[in-house]
């Protein structure tokens, strides 16, 4: 493509999203190990979460985000994909990639890809995303974030199975109009920290000698430590790499994984309540799709309006984190 012809600007077009419809309360948590509502609510603001039945995987909340956006936008939402990217940690299978899966379930002339950030998966996948159309190498591509983590937590170990929940996101990143889409990306990680948060593979340990063990491993303090930090330096990294100012920000969507690591978060940057979206009450952590589906709420409940400037951060395993600024258009397909 002539560098005249490459688009100006790039951002998100369309969203869609899927939460399976098991919903599992702390009470019912509390059956199976020892803990109780009031020290999950107080800890982390969880009240309940979404879980996957025993025959959906990733792929199947893939499809079905993929369905809503379908739903809301027409099928044209899809004409034209050249790209899938999954961002997951929990794949059906390391090959074929879900995303592949995802390619041939809806037809499409696509390349097809798996991408694993741990929970900031789905903005470096929107950041690739950025990249491939903003070069030319790609016209537009269908970013997934799915995630099937109760299949992978330790239901013995009440000290991570209280966190996490099942979800999926659907998003397109195309051309938008001058003055739309995305204004900067943050990328990072520091795999000093990986012995604080993994899960096994194909080794039986981490280059530094820390042997993994079969299910999902978190030191929840050490992770809390990092996460308040990171959220505070990604957010200010993203604002000036846009040129912008905390004030110039309609609503910061962080990633829904602990409220008190939001709240935290939002207190050191001194961002007033209304600014800032929060529904881990009712999902968990769904990992690289918990932004997506906050995202999702706020559309819906008209906390988005076309022009916003909004503000993405996220951290997980790696240890990795990723934030980035995008001006929301509301496109007519
Ligand atoms: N119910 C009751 N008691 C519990 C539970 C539970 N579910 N879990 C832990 N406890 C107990 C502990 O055993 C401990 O008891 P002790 O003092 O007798 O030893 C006590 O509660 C306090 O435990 P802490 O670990 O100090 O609790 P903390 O206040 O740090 O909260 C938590 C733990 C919620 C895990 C917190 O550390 C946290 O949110 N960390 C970040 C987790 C996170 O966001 N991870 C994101 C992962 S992203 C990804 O990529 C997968």
Request: with cysteine; glycine share 8%; hydrophobic share 45%.
């Amino acid at each position: 493509m002539k560098p005249s012809s490459l688009p100006h600007a790039v951002g998100l077009t369309a969203l869609g999203t899927y939460v399976p419809s098991k919903v599992v309360t702390n009470h019912d948590l509390a059956k199976i190990v020892d803990t109780n509502d009031e020290w999950v609510v107080s800890r982390t603001g969880i009240k309940e979460r979404r879980i996957s039945e025993d025959n959906e995987f990733v792929s199947t909340l893939a499809f079905r985000a993929v369905d809503n956006l379908v739903q809301k936008y027409g099928s044209a939402v899809l004409e034209g994909v050249d790209l899938v990217i999954v961002a997951t940690n929990t794949p059906d299978a390391l090959f074929p990639s879900t995303a592949a899966l995802v390619q041939s379930h809806f037809g499409l002339k696509a390349g097809a890809f798996d991408l694993l950030a741990a929970c900031p998966g789905w903005i470096y996948a929107l950041s690739a995303a950025h990249a491939y159309v903003k070069s030319g190498v790609c016209k537009k591509v269908l970013t997934i974030g799915s995630e099937v983590l109760s299949k992978v937590v330790d239901w013995t170990d009440r000290t991570t199975c209280v966190l996490f929940g099942d979800g999926a996101c659907a998003a397109i990143v195309e051309e938008v109009p001058d003055g739309y889409g995305f204004k900067s990306f943050v990328l990072g990680s520091d795999g000093l920290g990986g012995k604080h948060l993994y899960m096994k593979c194909v080794a039986p340990s981490l280059p530094d000698g820390t042997m993994i063990q079969d299910k999902l491993y978190m030191n929840g303090r050490e992770v809390f430590k990092f996460a308040v930090r990171i959220m505070e330096s990604a957010t200010i990294q993203a604002l000036e790499k846009a040129d912008m100012k905390l004030e110039d920000i309609a609503l910061f969507i962080p990633h829904q994984a602990n409220y008190r690591i939001i709240d935290a978060a939002r207190a050191y940057l001194k961002l007033p309540l209304e600014k800032v979206m929060s529904n881990v009450e009712r999902y968990g952590n769904t990992s690289t799709a918990s932004i997506g589906i906050a995202m999702q709420e706020a559309l819906d409940t008209n906390r988005i309006k076309d022009g916003d400037d909004l503000l993405l951060v996220t951290f997980g395993a790696g240890l990795t984190w990723a934030s980035g600024v995008v001006r929301w258009y509301h496109k007519s397909f």
